[in-house]
């Protein structure tokens, strides 16, 4: 930073660092979240939820402090291919775990998810 910033300069400035600072502990929440959660539904909501908005205010925090036009449409791609993949690989993981039985199905309040395994279970077995 120059001795002779303006305002904006240092509104900029501001706002970039708690960016960074509210993203860090989205990020490390996520990753604390992954290690302490006890189930693995848990542990998907924690991977998920609070890294998307990290990143999200990091790629922010990036693109104000660049001050360049060009940068905010890489970085908004960035954001958009995370959260596009991010609920996508959670949602495969979260069915691969109910199907071979390493999620808690007693923590579950709906298991709408059932009948359709046993169906699928049925018409494996008849052939």
Do not use: C, N
Request: charged share 15%; no cysteine; aromatic share 8%.
């Amino acid at each position: 930073m120059t001795p002779d910033a303006s305002g904006v300069d240092l509104v900029v400035d501001a706002v970039t660092a708690v960016f960074l600072v509210v993203g860090a502990l989205m990020s490390l929440g996520a990753a604390i979240g992954l290690l302490r959660f006890p189930d693995l539904m848990s542990r998907m909501h924690a991977a998920t939820k609070p890294q998307v908005l990290g990143l999200f205010l990091m790629l922010a925090a990036i693109g104000l402090q660049m001050r360049t036009w060009w940068v905010w449409p890489v970085l908004l791609v960035a954001w958009i291919f995370q959260l596009l993949t991010a609920p996508v690989a959670a949602h495969m993981v979260g069915r691969s775990a109910y199907r071979t039985k390493h999620g808690h199905r007693e923590l579950l309040t709906k298991d709408e998810l059932e009948a359709v395994v046993q169906r699928a279970a049925e018409g494996r077995s008849e052939d």
